[in-house]
C-alpha cells in the first residue's frame, strides 16, 4: 500500500494493512484562528462560501499535515435547510440555531430541494472542491447530523430531551423518524459529491441521555440509516461514552469518533475489533491550554492504545495554538 | 405527617408531575409545614435527584421532569409561607456566556437555587461581558454563576472576571462556574471561586458561600 494520507486513513477506517505510520484525521472541526488567518479567510464566510469552506479544510493538511480534510465547521447546516433561523457568528464564536421552528412538535416538512438550499449546496460544493484538488491522495470527510441532533436544533434541546423525559415517546419516535431521511439524503449526496467518509453527529452524549435512551430511541435508526447509506461512516458522539460503546458497535458504522474520557485503550479492548476508533486528544485541558509536549504525550498513548485515526476528540476551540495541533502529527510522524 | 413528606419526595424523585399538586395540597390541608414541606420534601427530593444524576443513574432528561415537579409543588407552598419564612438565601445572576446558546444546565441550576429559597435572576444566554459586569454593578448579586457548553465559549468566563476585577466589583460577587467542558483545574486558573459539576454540587456551593457570609 502506498503510504499517502488518503490510503493512511482508509485502511485506519477498516482495520487494514499498516503504512509507514499512524493516521492523523479530524471528524470534527479543526478550524481555529492559527488556520484561518494562514488560509485567509475567516467565519462566517467559512460556513457560507464553498471556496472559503475549501481553503480552510485544506489549510489543515497542508499547513498542519492533517491526512483529512473536512469542509464542515457548524452543526446547524441542515437545520438551516429546513427553516431554523441560525446566527451564523462570527470570527469567534460558532453558528448556532436562535429559534426552533418544531418546538410544539409539529409536523417537520421537509422542503424536496433540501439538497439545493444554499448552507446544504454549500457543504456538497466544498466537498466537489476538495475532490477536484486532493481526491485520491487526501481522506475527504463529509459530515451530517443525525436525527437526535437535527431534534435539538428542531424543538430546542431542553424541549426535547423534556420530552423524553416525560415518556413522550409518539412524539419523540416521529420527529426522529421525520428527521431520519434528511441524515439519509445529505450523506449520500456528501458521497456522491466526493467525500470518502462521512461522519454522523449525533449527539446522544452521556451528559444529556443515558445508554438506555439511546438503546431505545436512537439504536434502531441508526441502524436503518446506516443499511441506506453507501459508504462508510464515522460516529460521532461526544462526552464519556463509555457506558454505551457496544451500543455504537451495533449501529454499523465502521468507526466511532470519541472523547479523552474513554480510555483509548478500554475503547480498543472492548469495540475495536469490530469498529475503527478515531480522535481521543483532549480539547479544553491539552490542546487549548496545554503545551505541544502534552499533546505529544496524549497522541502517543492514543497511539500505542491502538486507535486508528489519531486526532482531537471533538471540534477544537477556536483559540487552540497551531502548535498544539502540529504536535498531534508529529507523534504520528514518530511511526509505530 | 411524614406520610405526606415522604409520598411528596417519591413524586418529585420519580416525574411524577401530574401528581404534585394534589398531593402538596394534601398535605397542606393534613396541616403540614410550608417551610419543612419545602426543605424536607422538595428539596430534600432534588438533593436525591442531584446525587443521582451524579452517579450517572439518570440523565438530563429525568432530572428535568424532577425540576418542573418540583417547580410545580413550590408553586403550590410558596403562597403559604408566612412573611418572614419568603424571605430568599441570597441573590444568584445566573448567564450562559458570549457565544453559547446552551441553557439547560443554566435552567437545572436556577431551578434548583430557586428551590433552596435563593433568588434567582436568570439573565438568559450569550451575554457579552459588558452587559454581564453591568448586571453584576446594577444588581449587586451574592453569587453569579456564569454556564458554558462549548469549549469554544469557555475562555468567555475568564474575560468576565478579569473585567470584574478591572471595574472593581471583583470583591463583592463570589463567581460560580460550570458547565460540560469546565473542571476544577480551569475554574482555579481563571480565579473563580468555586466549580459545581452538576446542579445538586452548585446549589451545595452557594449555600456554602452564603453561610460563610453570615
Redo the contacts between chains.
Keep these: 500500500m502506498k503510504s499517502n494520507s488518503r490510503n493512511l486513513v482508509m485502511a485506519a477506517m477498516f482495520g487494514g494493512r499498516r503504512g509507514g505510520r499512524p493516521a492523523v484525521g479530524n471528524p470534527t472541526s479543526i478550524a481555529c484562528h492559527g488556520l484561518m488567518e494562514r488560509a485567509k479567510v475567516s467565519f462566517p464566510e467559512a460556513h457560507l462560501n464553498a471556496r472559503a469552506m475549501a481553503e480552510l479544510a485544506l489549510a489543515g493538511h497542508e499547513e498542519v499535515g492533517f491526512d483529512t480534510v473536512m469542509p464542515e465547521y457548524s452543526v446547524v447546516q441542515e437545520a438551516a435547510a429546513l427553516g431554523a433561523q441560525v446566527?451564523w457568528?462570527d470570527r469567534?464564536?460558532?453558528p448556532?440555531?436562535?429559534e426552533f421552528p418544531n418546538a410544539d412538535f409539529s409536523d417537520i416538512v421537509v422542503p424536496p430541494d433540501f439538497l439545493e438550499k444554499p448552507s446544504c449546496r454549500v457543504v456538497l460544493d466544498a466537498l466537489s472542491i476538495l475532490r477536484r484538488h486532493v481526491g485520491g491522495r487526501v481522506a475527504i470527510i463529509g459530515k451530517v447530523m443525525g436525527p437526535w441532533t437535527m431534534s435539538y436544533h428542531m424543538a430546542g434541546?431542553?424541549n426535547f430531551?423534556?420530552a423524553?423525559?416525560?415518556g413522550e415517546s409518539d412524539k419523540v419516535t416521529k420527529m426522529l423518524r421525520q428527521l431520519m431521511p434528511v441524515t439519509v439524503a445529505f450523506i449520500n449526496a456528501q458521497f456522491a459529491a466526493g467525500a470518502d467518509i462521512v461522519v454522523l453527529a449525533d449527539h446522544a452524549t452521556?451528559?444529556?441521555?443515558?445508554p438506555y435512551?439511546y438503546q431505545e430511541y436512537l439504536l434502531p435508526i441508526h441502524q436503518e440509516i446506516t443499511a441506506q447509506v453507501g459508504g462508510p461512516l464515522i460516529l460521532h458522539v461526544c462526552?464519556n461514552c463509555s457506558?454505551r460503546l457496544e451500543l455504537f458497535a451495533e449501529s454499523g458504522v465502521d468507526a466511532y469518533h470519541f472523547e479523552w474520557q474513554v480510555d483509548a485503550r478500554e475503547a480498543v479492548r472492548r469495540i475495536g475489533d469490530r469498529v475503527s476508533l478515531a480522535g481521543n486528544i483532549n480539547?479544553?485541558?491539552v490542546l487549548?491550554?496545554g503545551r505541544p509536549e502534552d499533546v505529544h504525550h496524549q497522541a502517543r498513548y492514543a497511539i500505542a492504545a491502538g486507535v486508528h485515526l489519531i486526532g482531537p476528540e471533538?471540534?477544537?476551540?477556536?483559540?487552540t495554538p497551531i502548535e498544539n495541533l502540529k504536535a498531534i502529527v508529529a507523534a504520528a510522524r514518530e511511526g509505530w | 405527617m411524614s406520610d405526606h413528606l415522604d409520598r411528596i419526595k417519591a413524586a418529585v424523585i420519580g416525574?411524577r408531575?401530574g401528581e404534585i399538586k394534589a398531593l402538596v395540597q394534601q398535605a397542606l390541608e393534613a396541616g403540614a409545614d410550608p417551610s419543612t414541606l419545602i426543605n424536607d420534601a422538595l428539596i430534600a427530593a432534588m438533593d436525591v435527584v442531584g446525587t443521582d444524576f451524579g452517579a450517572?443513574r439518570?440523565?438530563?432528561?429525568?432530572?428535568?421532569?424532577s425540576a418542573?415537579t418540583m417547580k410545580a409543588g413550590l408553586d403550590v407552598v410558596k403562597p403559604r409561607l408566612a412573611a418572614g419564612e419568603s424571605r430568599s438565601r441570597g441573590t444568584v445572576v445566573m448567564a450562559t456566556v458570549?457565544?453559547?446558546?446552551?441553557?439547560?444546565g443554566k435552567?437545572l441550576v436556577s431551578m434548583m437555587l430557586e428551590g433552596a429559597g435563593f433568588k434567582v435572576m436568570d439573565l438568559g444566554v450569550d451575554l457579552s461581558v459588558e452587559k454581564l459586569v453591568d448586571q453584576v454593578r446594577t444588581i449587586q448579586p451574592d453569587i453569579l454563576g456564569l454556564s458554558a457548553l462549548?469549549?469554544?465559549?469557555?475562555?468567555e468566563m475568564q474575560k468576565v472576571i478579569g473585567e470584574l476585577q478591572r471595574q472593581g466589583l471583583r470583591d463583592r460577587v463570589k463567581v460560580l462556574v460550570g458547565g460540560?467542558?469546565?473542571?476544577p483545574?480551569?475554574a482555579e486558573?481563571i480565579g473563580a471561586d468555586g466549580y459545581g459539576a452538576n446542579a445538586a454540587e452548585a446549589v451545595a456551593l452557594a449555600r456554602r458561600i452564603v453561610d460563610a457570609k453570615g
Design positions: 446566527d457568528g469567534d464564536k460558532m448556532d440555531v436562535k434541546t431542553q430531551l423534556l423524553v423525559g416525560m452521556r451528559n444529556l441521555v443515558g435512551h462526552g457506558d480539547n479544553p485541558q487549548l491550554q471533538c471540534a477544537i476551540p477556536l483559540s | 416525574g408531575h450517572g439518570i440523565f438530563v432528561p429525568e432530572m428535568l421532569v418542573v458570549k457565544g453559547d446558546l446552551h441553557d439547560i435552567n462549548l469549549t469554544t465559549t469557555m475562555p460540560a467542558p469546565v473542571d483545574g480551569f486558573k
